[in-house]
């Protein structure tokens, strides 16, 4: 099992930036993929961006592609969300995931991903 804790969300005016971070604790950080999701209200729960055990992958949304950049550090045991022009239709709950047994290429998927943080709320305005 793992426990994830986001951190970082906040208000922000469109066309600023934000950093999420997501610390992750109980098994050993290096051997999952990471990801996260978005679910704004009234929404179903979006795929945003995803990463590699060793974060030599990544796999992006196509409505943040170019904007949003994740990352990770296995040595601190976190995963980062770094969120730059953003819209007021980026505005959610962030959540950050662990798919605990990758299969090849990095999922988008919800129901590949095994455990879940309780999220941090982003908020652009326009």
């Known amino acids: 099992q793992v426990q994830l804790v986001e951190s970082g969300g906040g208000l922000v005016q469109a066309g600023g930036s934000l950093r999420l971070s997501c610390a992750a604790s109980g098994r050993t950080f290096r051997t999952y993929a990471m990801g996260w999701f978005r679910q704004a209200p009234g929404k179903e729960r979006e795929f945003v961006a995803a990463i590699s055990w060793s974060g030599g992958s990544t796999y992006y949304a196509g409505s943040v592609k170019g904007r949003f950049t994740i990352s990770r550090d296995n040595a601190k045991n976190q995963v980062y969300l770094q969120m730059n022009s953003l819209k007021p239709e980026d505005t959610a709950l962030y959540y950050c995931?662990?798919?605990?047994?990758?299969?090849?290429?990095?999922?988008?998927?919800?129901?590949?991903?095994?455990?879940w943080g309780p999220g941090t709320q982003v908020t652009v305005s326009s």
């Open positions: 995931a662990a798919d605990l047994n990758p299969k090849g290429a990095l999922s988008g998927s919800y129901s590949s991903y095994n455990n």
